[in-house]
Every structure is written in C-alpha cells, then in structure tokens.
Nanobody, 121 residues
Framework: QVQLVESGGGLVQPGGSLSLSCAASGSIFYIGAMGWFRQSPGKERELVARVISTGGTNYADSVKGRFAISRDVAKNAVYLKMNTLKPEDTAVYYC???????????????WGQGTQVTVSS
C-alpha cells in the first residue's frame, strides 16, 4: 500500500501565498502522476494541478499563472506553491497519486487525508 502524508495549508489573506507538500511512502513500485485536487462545500472535487512521470504538467484554468507544481522523484514527493491566492481558492486540498504498490499490483489511485486552505481577510 501507498500512504500519502500532506503538510502545509492554513489561513492566508487574499493575495498571499501558501505551499503544500505531499510525500508518498510504503510499498511503492512505480509512481505515475502526482497532483493536487480540491473540494469546497457544495462543489465536486476538481483537479488543481498534476505532474506526470515525464515531468509534464497541467493546471486548472483558474490557477494558471498563480500556482506551480513540482515533483521530487527521489523523495516521492509533490509540492504546490500557491501565489496570489483568492477567496475562491478556499477548499480542502487533496494530494493524489497514481501508483503501483508492487510489480504485479494494478495501477491504483491514492489520496491524502486533505488539508484545509482558507483565503480570507
């Protein structure tokens, strides 16, 4: 099994910055995509940003130019730097990893426990 531990998040004023980190541990044979989703009350969970095994990235239109995702392959970690935060960025942010726990295991989606990001004055 793959475990994900998130850190970061919290309360920030509009225009401020926050960083999120997520580290994968446990039985890991291969990690494909790593990324972040978010969910606010009454809304569906949505992709924020993702980085695939080749290093390619994609972002939600709402965060392009403000958020930056990066990945440390050696540490099995993914990071999200969030700048120029807006109240509408307020949500629970979830780390997401697509991985194989062993060579024979199926490709599986793994989720972190979620971390709250609140943007408010």
């Amino acid at each position: 099994q793959v475990q994900l531990v998130e850190s970061g998040g919290g309360l920030v004023q509009p225009g401020g910055s926050l960083s999120l980190s997520c580290a994968a541990s446990g039985s890991i044979f291969y990690i494909g995509a790593m990324g972040w989703f978010r969910q606010s009350p009454g809304k569906e969970r949505e992709l924020v940003a993702r980085v695939i095994s080749t290093g390619g990235t994609n972002y939600a239109d709402s965060v392009k130019g403000r958020f930056a995702i990066s990945r440390d392959v050696a540490k099995n970690a993914v990071y999200l730097k969030m700048n120029t935060l807006k109240p509408e960025d307020t949500a629970v942010y979830y780390c997401h990893v697509v991985a194989r726990a062993t060579m024979r295991a199926p490709v599986t989606d793994y989720w972190g426990q979620g971390t709250q990001v609140t943007v408010s004055s």
